[in-house]
Protein backbone atom coordinates (compact mmCIF):
# COMPACT_ATOMS: atom_id res chain seq x y z
CA UNK A 1 0.00 0.00 0.00
CA UNK A 2 1.48 3.34 -0.78
CA UNK A 3 2.22 5.88 1.56
CA UNK A 4 0.63 8.83 -0.90
CA UNK A 5 -2.41 9.66 -2.58
CA UNK A 6 -1.57 11.34 -5.80
CA UNK A 7 -4.32 13.38 -6.65
CA UNK A 8 -4.29 16.10 -10.18
CA UNK A 9 -2.85 18.50 -8.48
CA UNK A 10 -2.05 17.38 -5.17
CA UNK A 11 0.04 14.59 -2.84
CA UNK A 12 -1.39 14.21 0.37
CA UNK A 13 1.40 12.07 2.79
CA UNK A 14 -1.11 9.49 4.05
CA UNK A 15 0.44 9.60 7.70
CA UNK A 16 -0.73 12.99 7.97
CA UNK A 17 -4.64 12.43 7.78
CA UNK A 18 -6.18 12.49 11.12
CA UNK A 19 -9.73 11.88 9.59
CA UNK A 20 -12.00 11.77 6.70
CA UNK A 21 -15.31 13.22 7.04
CA UNK A 22 -18.23 12.06 3.74
CA UNK A 23 -20.85 14.69 3.61
CA UNK A 24 -23.22 14.67 0.63
CA UNK A 25 -20.58 13.09 -2.13
CA UNK A 26 -17.90 15.20 -0.83
CA UNK A 27 -14.49 14.15 0.94
CA UNK A 28 -13.21 16.35 3.96
CA UNK A 29 -9.77 15.59 4.43
CA UNK A 30 -8.03 17.00 7.76
CA UNK A 31 -4.89 16.63 7.99
CA UNK A 32 -2.00 16.57 10.87
CA UNK A 33 -0.10 19.94 11.24
CA UNK A 34 2.46 20.17 13.20
CA UNK A 35 3.06 23.83 13.72
CA UNK A 36 1.88 25.75 17.34
CA UNK A 37 1.84 29.73 17.13
CA UNK A 38 1.73 31.63 20.18
CA UNK A 39 2.28 34.42 22.43
CA UNK A 40 3.13 34.74 26.13
CA UNK A 41 3.56 37.71 28.14
CA UNK A 42 4.26 37.75 32.12
CA UNK A 43 2.14 34.20 32.61
CA UNK A 44 -0.46 35.09 30.02
CA UNK A 45 -1.00 34.42 26.48
CA UNK A 46 -2.22 32.12 23.72
CA UNK A 47 -1.49 29.30 21.75
CA UNK A 48 -2.82 28.31 18.55
CA UNK A 49 -2.34 25.23 15.93
CA UNK A 50 -3.76 25.11 12.40
CA UNK A 51 -5.06 21.92 11.52
CA UNK A 52 -5.82 22.31 7.07
CA UNK A 53 -8.46 20.55 5.58
CA UNK A 54 -8.82 19.83 1.87
CA UNK A 55 -12.61 19.45 0.38
CA UNK A 56 -12.94 16.74 -2.55
CA UNK A 57 -16.19 17.25 -3.72
CA UNK A 58 -17.69 14.25 -6.91
CA UNK A 59 -19.16 17.27 -8.95
CA UNK A 60 -15.90 19.76 -8.99
CA UNK A 61 -13.94 17.49 -8.52
CA UNK A 62 -14.64 13.70 -10.23
CA UNK A 63 -11.16 12.35 -10.92
CA UNK A 64 -9.73 13.40 -7.44
CA UNK A 65 -13.12 11.68 -5.68
CA UNK A 66 -12.77 8.63 -7.55
CA UNK A 67 -8.90 8.20 -6.70
CA UNK A 68 -10.09 8.82 -3.17
CA UNK A 69 -13.06 6.54 -3.41
CA UNK A 70 -10.88 3.82 -4.45
CA UNK A 71 -7.84 4.18 -1.85
CA UNK A 72 -10.66 4.20 1.07
CA UNK A 73 -12.32 0.84 -0.86
CA UNK A 74 -8.26 -0.81 -0.15
CA UNK A 75 -7.84 1.01 3.33
Same mark, same amino acid.
Do not use: A, Q, R
Given at each position: ?? !? /? @??????IINTSKISK =? *? =? @????? &?? !??? +???? %?? /??? /?????????? *?? =??? &???? !?? +? %?? $? =??? %??? *? $??
Open positions: MS !H /F @IKFSNL =I *E =I @INNTY &CI !HLV +NNTI %DG /FFL /FSSGFINSYN *EK =ITV &CKVN !HP +N %DY $K =ILT %DWL *E $KV
